[in-house]
């Protein structure tokens, strides 16, 4: 039975994510498991630019996010009310998200990211009478798709000055 340890999870993503921007000619290192918002640093010698990339896996069929982290839920009773979103200090920040048996890479700025758990949320967890979802919910790879970027890794290349 595969371990579905979460750090062991993000340890896996951020590697192929590294892999993925070697790949593509993109210099990058992984930061220490205890950076708080910043997973990969991708640096492009001929621009002299770097970004910073928050990279989440999944080994499992559906993807599993904390709604109370970028949106804002107050829990009256055992029912669960949207109050909004939460306010980001840099929604800019490159997220992809990483399919890990599939090796697929979804990428989207956490702005983005923010937007698509809103919207799944609201859509699919705050029904009339429903009661509370918990912390976490559920998003479909399909849902995923529709909010990652087409341009997949030329996204990082442009924010690096690159060509695609």
């Known amino acids: 039975m595969p371990d579905t340890n979460k750090q062991t999870t993000g340890a896996i993503a951020e590697g192929m994510m590294v892999r993925e921007l070697k790949r593509h000619g993109i210099r990058a290192v992984e930061l220490p498991r205890n950076s708080p918002t910043i997973d990969?640093?991708?640096?492009?010698?001929?621009?002299?630019?770097?970004?910073?990339?928050?990279?989440?896996g999944k080994r499992t069929p559906d993807?599993?996010?904390?709604?109370?982290?970028?949106?804002?839920?107050?829990?009256?009773?055992?029912?669960?009310?949207?109050?909004?979103?939460?306010?980001?200090?840099?929604?800019?920040?490159?997220?992809?998200?990483?399919n890990i048996p599939g090796k697929e890479f979804y990428?989207?700025?956490?702005?983005?990211?923010?937007?698509?758990?809103?919207?799944?949320?609201?859509?699919?967890?705050?029904k009339p009478g429903k009661e509370g979802a918990g912390d976490y919910f559920t998003v479909s790879d399909d849902e995923v798709r529709k909010y990652g970027r087409k341009e997949g890794m030329g996204f990082i290349k442009k924010a690096l000055g690159m060509q695609p």
């Open 40 to 56: 990969i640093v991708a640096y492009d010698r001929a621009t002299g630019k770097t970004v910073g990339i928050q990279a989440k």
């Open 107 to 126: 990428y989207m700025t956490l702005g983005e990211f923010q937007d698509m758990q809103y919207k799944v949320y609201e859509r699919d967890h705050i």
């Open 63 to 98: 993807w599993q996010f904390r709604a109370g982290w970028l949106l804002d839920i107050k829990q009256e009773c055992k029912r669960q009310r949207l109050e909004g979103k939460k306010s980001l200090a840099n929604k800019d920040l490159i997220y992809v998200l990483v």
